[in-house]
């Protein structure tokens, strides 16, 4: 949800440096970096241990965390869908693709979304305080499945962060990773620069958090996802010369990654 569905990210990293400075400490991208995707209950943990504080300080926190970005969230014009998102969205209605929106935030956080980008797209909502295990456990996804009555391997997840994108692998869903900080990845070890020219002209960091194996395509944005691309990724019939090592995704003689199109 966070960073794929809505543009997010922003208002809880403005809670995070808040909260750190609380603690007498800064907020620092590799913070960041493990944090995202993760759920209160385990990102809390990690902020609090990167600043060198006692485990006593989580609570506090993570109350404060929560309080904070459900006010942020809550401020006129403060979410703003990503780009592409209703597009999609519109699209898998039309197409009677039935989906669910699985997130790692609490309810309380999951609502202001639906308001904006529109519960009636959805058939199914899981937040994070509604499961035993987050984000990178299955458990999210494999809920939303039984719930949506569908088998996971026909499902496709759609994911922005490393956790979420393991989570859905783990659960045995076709996974496509939309990075909304592609810059906190390590895109040179998954071979993904190789798909896009643009992001190597960009100066993208070898240096970040490893692309999750198992991933059926790694793209650049909800532009490049449509319902003939995620049925064809659960289709067993589709042939296996069409699933390609390198991220991304060929179809029809057309392959899809970073920075768009790539005709072959």
């Known amino acids: 949800m966070d960073g794929l569905l809505v543009d997010t990210e922003p208002i809880w990293t403005i809670a995070e440096h808040e909260a750190a400075a609380r603690l007498g400490g800064e907020f620092t991208p590799a913070m960041k970096r493990a944090m995202i995707g993760h759920g209160i209950d385990t990102a809390v943990p990690l902020m609090v241990s990167m600043l060198g504080l006692p485990a006593s300080d989580v609570a506090p926190t ?12 809550r401020e006129p014009g403060a979410i703003v869908p990503q780009p592409g998102a209703v597009e999609l969205l519109v699209a898998l209605r039309a197409a009677g693709v039935p989906t669910a929106l699985v997130s790692s935030s609490f309810r309380d956080l999951m609502e202001p979304v ?10 199914v909502t899981v937040a994070g305080d509604e499961v035993t295990r987050r984000k990178p456990d299955p458990e999210p996804y494999l809920t939303a ?8 391997v026909r499902c496709v997840v759609l994911e922005d962060s490393p956790s979420g994108a393991r989570a859905g692998v783990a659960a045995g869903c076709a996974t496509i990773m939309i990075p909304s900080m592609p810059d906190l990845l390590d895109l040179t070890a998954s071979g993904a620069l190789e798909a896009s020219g643009a992001l190597e002209a960009s100066g993208v960091a070898a240096r970040g958090e490893p692309v999750p194996a198992g991933l059926a395509a790694l793209l650049a944005s909800l532009h490049d996802v449509t319902p003939d691309l995620m049925e064809s990724l659960t289709t067993p019939r589709l042939s296996p010369s069409l699933r390609p090592s390198r991220p991304g995704y060929e179809l029809g003689g057309v392959r899809h990654g970073f920075g768009g199109e790539d005709r072959a």
């Open 145 to 152: 499945a039984r719930v949506l009555g569908v088998d996971p």
């Open 114 to 123: 639906l308001h904006v980008v529109g519960d009636e797209f959805f058939a």
């Open 62 to 73: 993570a109350e404060f965390l929560l309080r904070r970005s459900a006010e942020l969230f």
